[in-house]
């Protein structure tokens, strides 16, 4: 069983706060994701690592920003939350890139 | 451009039956496609993939199909069970390429007992 998590799973947040949403997994695996989801959608990429110090961008631009210091940890920051940012927030993992990802539960971010 | 369709936003099949979900493609490129579940407010669990060098892979009551001439790949469940209604995803991605997994909208599957 996937051990991979997220928090928080709700949040509601005034615009222009700065807000961190936290994704940590404890199988050791080097490739980690952010995935961006509305309702009815696909899930877009929006950020990857490889590997501790490793960050890159997803085919979805955003205006988050993440870090990856250590292998099992892989926040998101928003410096600055607008209502457009309102969505669900994906993490997943991998062994590599081509194995299954393994998700967290989401993170459902309102901005008001 | 959407390279992973799922025209059908929603299916009911009644339990029992079979539950048959559909994902078109159009990059030539891919070569191995993955099925995900979806229940409300979690994220999604892997179900069952498929490489593109087989056409069938089967695991209990679930069945994926690959038609690559049609670009096409198919889930079926048999039987389905109310605990199957969820959102399903089909995925793809070129293996061996830096390239990450493509999704498709979804489809939101009901069971109806």
């Known amino acids: 069983e996937a051990d991979i998590y997220q928090t928080p799973r709700y949040l509601v947040i005034g615009t222009g706060k700065k807000i961190t949403l936290e994704c940590s997994q404890t199988?050791?695996?080097?490739?980690m994701y952010w995935y961006q989801q509305d309702p009815g959608m696909e899930l877009h990429l929006i950020h990857y690592?490889?590997?501790?110090?490793?960050?890159e961008k997803g085919d979805l631009s955003s205006e988050s920003t993440v870090s990856r210091i250590r292998t099992e940890h892989f926040p998101l920051t928003l410096e600055s939350a607008r209502p457009s940012h309102t969505s669900q927030y994906l993490c997943a993992s991998s062994e590599t890139v081509n194995h299954e990802q393994y998700f967290g539960p989401g993170t459902r971010l309102t901005v008001t | 451009d959407q390279q992973v369709k799922q025209n059908s936003p929603s299916l009911s099949v009644q339990e029992g039956r079979i539950s048959i979900l559909n994902c078109d493609y159009t990059?030539?490129?891919?070569?191995?496609f993955l099925w995900y579940k979806k229940y409300p407010a979690e994220g999604p669990t892997f179900l069952i993939s498929?490489?593109?060098?087989?056409d069938k892979n089967e695991d209990g009551r679930f069945t994926v199909f690959l038609n690559k001439s049609a670009k096409h790949l198919s889930l079926h469940i048999v039987p389905s069970q109310p605990g199957d209604s969820a959102v399903y995803f089909c995925?793809?991605?070129?293996?061996?390429?830096?390239?990450?997994?493509?999704f498709g909208s979804g489809t939101q599957l009901t069971v109806l007992p």
């Open positions: 199988m050791g695996h080097d490739k």
């Open positions: 995925a793809a991605i070129i293996s061996g390429s830096a390239r990450q997994l493509t």
């Open positions: 990059n030539s490129m891919f070569d191995y």
């Open positions: 498929i490489s593109s060098i087989k």
């Open positions: 690592s490889y590997g501790v110090n490793s960050t």
